[in-house]
């Protein structure tokens, strides 16, 4: 018997496996699943940790001034947070955010992503890019809360990874 101390889990997924299915509400009233998407539009996952916090504001607000290039890419960015759909709802509005934002609350995607934080019960900010086949072709999970992936990096993977 092992009286070492446990290690935090390790992401299961790995680049190259099939992207787990969700449907999680949107801030649009609706209900997204990845799969909706497969055969026509490749996918970027972008999970944060909470709305209104510092790091989340500025990430998010960046997906909208870079909207145009992630359409032009073909790729539909798909923030998650564990955050009730009314929280979401005020914060994309605060912002004007022009991207619609999903609730994990019942942290179901974060599981099966592996980014749920067992200390926080919310979300590692961590990022999934997803062909147009389901399969998760790059993926990254941040060291620190307050960091975060700058556009220009992401759609530079985009161009590389997809084409």
């Given amino acids: 018997m092992s009286t070492a101390a446990p290690t935090p889990a390790t992401n299961p997924l790995a680049v190259g496996t099939e992207a787990p299915d969700f449907a999680l509400s949107s801030t649009s009233g609706q209900t997204v699943s990845l799969s909706s998407f497969r055969g026509h539009k490749a996918v970027l996952l972008a999970f944060f940790p909470l709305a209104f916090t510092s790091t989340c504001t500025t990430e998010l607000c960046a997906f909208g001034e870079d909207f145009d290039a992630f359409v032009g890419a073909n790729v539909e960015v798909l923030p998650i ?5 009314p929280s979401l709802k005020e914060f994309r509005n605060k912002y004007g ?5 999903l609730s994990d609350f019942k942290r179901e995607a974060s599981r099966a992503f592996g980014v749920l934080r067992p200390d926080t019960f919310f979300s590692e900010r961590a990022y999934f890019l997803i062909d147009t086949q389901g399969i998760i072709r790059w993926m990254h999970v941040e060291e620190a809360l307050g960091q975060r992936r700058e556009n220009a990096e992401i759609l530079a993977v985009i161009q590389n990874v997809i084409g």
Avoid: F, P, R, Y
């Fill in 81 to 85: 947070s564990v955050d009730a759909v």
């Fill in 97 to 101: 955010m022009k991207v619609e934002l």
